[in-house]
């Protein structure tokens, strides 16, 4: 069945209080896709981000992101008053507050958290998921401990206010996105979440399984995660993350993998497989290393984890990011998996070779993107783009004017023309925003994960022409 979709992070929602949230204004833009006749909305991983913003090396692979709380929703169940809600305005509509959110939010949400009279709902609910009650006792045990790493801890008296507070912070979150996801789904629009392949080193999922990973005998990594010299960076993109011991992991089954598929599963309507190559080998980097040039291949569990996988998934989307160094190999699991893989236009046309980017070879099975979150916005990208290179994809868009940025509507008509089974366009290139507005530049620390929408810029976009599309090319 042919759809098409929006790629936009939580994060990036309009709202009042430095991020977006599982708020009101999620639920309006649901009635945005919907109005447009798209069907999916892709989101990246809810976890809590890095110090660099990034949702790719999180404190927990099940817990969610504390920012994402919408405050007038506790309003709403008189926890949160309204001088509360007036101070935590934000300064700014147009990028996320991380510098206020991070010395601000938690602390407040802690404290919030002992006005509720739910404590026994939010005790039941935590303690039946391992995963959230281990992440909750790993936050409070940070708490006391500075926020430093778990193994340079000292002290294991966790406040139980603390402890509680963060029970409350994940029973709100789930119990708010469960609310959305719901009227989603009633509005005809699947939800597509993100699996990050890795976890980070401090992580309550390394720190109550290290079992499951690569570590020497004081704990510390032997090898840690990474990609070799790419398209994104001449040295390779060096992550730092502990790797998986996949050979014991077979010994229990995948146990703490599938958990966290099933997890994922009931978060959304399907999920996007991060690095997915990285299951059939992996570029492992000795700790030392100061890049990611000199690493070396290893095995992952190829087909013997995805039959797994496929088991709990059954007819649920599963999008298997085949990006980066592509070998026959992988190309042959992806294949074997029948998962669909990924096709980004912007990869098209970087060079005169013909390629599986190229719109003319995409096959049905696979989910087409004017760009992914690590990409420049289309407009950006053609700014940027060599003028014979420009000129070539202008051309075989069917555009010929001199005037180049007249054609970047034939671009888009033209992937939605294709015969890929799925389409999915940021919402930046929605609205044909450049390169201000990209959301993430790998290898780069800097102005990375701001980018906000505002409810004038998505009332700004012509659903007509975007339902329009979506009825001609039957998505």
Not at 65 to 83: A, C, T
Not at 163 to 186: D, R, V
Not at 427 to 451: A, C, F, H, M, V
Request: with cysteine; proline share 4%; aromatic share 14%.
């Amino acid at each position: 069945m042919r759809k098409s979709g929006v790629l936009m992070h939580i994060s990036t929602l309009n709202g009042d209080y430095s991020i977006g949230s599982f708020s009101d204004e999620a639920k309006k833009f649901v009635d945005f896709l919907s109005d447009c006749g798209f069907s999916l909305w892709q989101v990246l991983p809810f976890s809590i981000a890095d110090e660099c913003n990034s949702p790719y090396k999180s404190y927990s692979a099940f817990g969610i992101n504390p920012y994402f709380i919408d405050l007038k929703k506790l309003h709403k169940k008189g926890l949160v008053s309204v001088d509360e809600l007036n101070f935590y305005k934000q300064n700014t509509p147009y990028s996320c507050e991380y510098e206020r959110l991070y010395n601000e939010r938690i602390p407040f949400l802690i404290e919030v958290s002992k006005r509720s009279n739910e404590k026994e709902e939010i005790e039941a609910f935590i303690k039946k998921d391992t995963y959230l009650e281990k992440f909750c006792e790993f936050m409070a045990l940070k708490s006391v401990n500075n926020n430093l790493e778990w193994n340079k801890w000292q002290n294991f008296d966790v406040d139980p206010d603390v402890l509680f507070g963060w029970k409350f912070i994940q029973y709100e979150l789930f119990t708010q996105w469960a609310e959305i996801k719901e009227y989603a789904n009633s509005k005809g629009i699947e939800i597509i979440g993100d699996i990050p392949i890795y976890v980070a080193y401090d992580s309550a999922d390394l720190w109550s399984n290290k079992e499951e990973f690569m570590l020497d005998e004081k704990g510390y990594p032997k090898l840690v995660a990474g990609v070799p010299p790419d398209y994104f960076s001449n040295d390779g993109q060096l992550w730092g993350n502990p790797l998986y011991d996949w050979d014991k992991m077979k010994k229990n089954g995948y146990k703490w993998w599938l958990d966290r598929v099933k997890h994922m599963l009931t978060l959304f309507d399907g999920i996007r497989i991060d690095h997915f190559r990285g299951l059939e080998s992996f570029w492992a980097v000795d700790a030392n290393e100061t890049t990611a040039k000199n690493g070396k291949w290893i095995k992952g569990p190829g087909m013997d984890f995805i039959n797994e996988i496929k088991k709990i998934a059954g007819d649920k989307l599963i999008i298997a990011e085949d990006l980066g160094e592509i070998t026959p190999a992988v190309e042959k699991l992806v294949v074997d998996s029948g998962f669909p893989g990924m096709r980004v236009l912007q990869f098209g046309f970087l060079s005169d070779d013909d390629n599986p980017h190229q719109m003319h070879n995409y096959i049905k099975n696979c989910v087409a993107y004017t760009g992914t979150h690590d990409n420049n916005t289309l407009l950006g990208y053609l700014w940027e783009l060599q003028a014979d290179k420009k000129r070539t994809l202008l051309r075989y868009c069917g555009y010929d004017n001199e005037n180049w940025e007249g054609g970047y509507d034939s671009i888009v008509r033209t992937i939605f023309a294709s015969s890929a089974d799925t389409v999915i366009l940021p919402i930046q290139d929605l609205l044909k925003y450049g390169s201000d507005t990209r959301l993430n530049t790998p290898g780069t620390s800097e102005n990375n994960w701001l980018y906000r929408i505002t409810e004038e810029q998505l009332l700004s976009i012509d659903k007509n022409y975007y339902k329009e599309l979506n009825n001609l090319y039957k998505r």
